[in-house]
């Protein structure tokens, strides 16, 4: 069974800093990609930024300059460093894994979610 467990979120003022963390255990075959989303009070979770395996990184333009994701495939860890924090970053933060299973069967497993608050 494959497990996320997320740590790193809080509170913080406008301009400050945070670090995300979301470590993977149990069997898994191999990860594809992993990567965050996070979700703010009344709206739909939105895609922040993903990681392949190989390194290859997507940022959705509301963060680009701003958030770094990384990861650390041996370990199955992935983080995401949010610098110059606004309000508007406001939200529970999920990270999830994309695995391969084999035969074309792809899965998303996703953290508990950890909530970021910035305050202005």
């Known amino acids: 069974q494959v497990q996320l467990v997320e740590s790193g979120g809080g509170l913080v003022q406008a301009g400050g800093s945070l670090r995300l963390s979301c470590a993977a255990s149990g069997s898994m075959f191999a990860i594809n990609s992993m990567g965050w989303y996070r979700q703010a009070p009344g709206k739909q979770r939105e895609l922040v930024a993903r990681?392949?395996?190989?390194?290859?990184?997507n940022y959705e333009d509301f963060v680009k300059g701003r958030f770094t994701i990384s990861a650390e495939n041996a370990k199955r860890v992935v983080y995401l460093q949010m610098n110059s924090l606004k309000p508007e970053d406001t939200g529970v933060y999920y990270c999830?894994?994309?695995?391969?299973?084999?035969?074309?069967?792809?899965?998303?497993?996703w953290g508990q979610g950890t909530q970021v608050t910035v305050s202005s």
């Open positions: 999830y894994f994309n695995l391969s299973w084999g035969a074309s069967l792809d899965l998303d497993y």
């Open positions: 990681i392949t395996i190989g390194g290859s990184t």
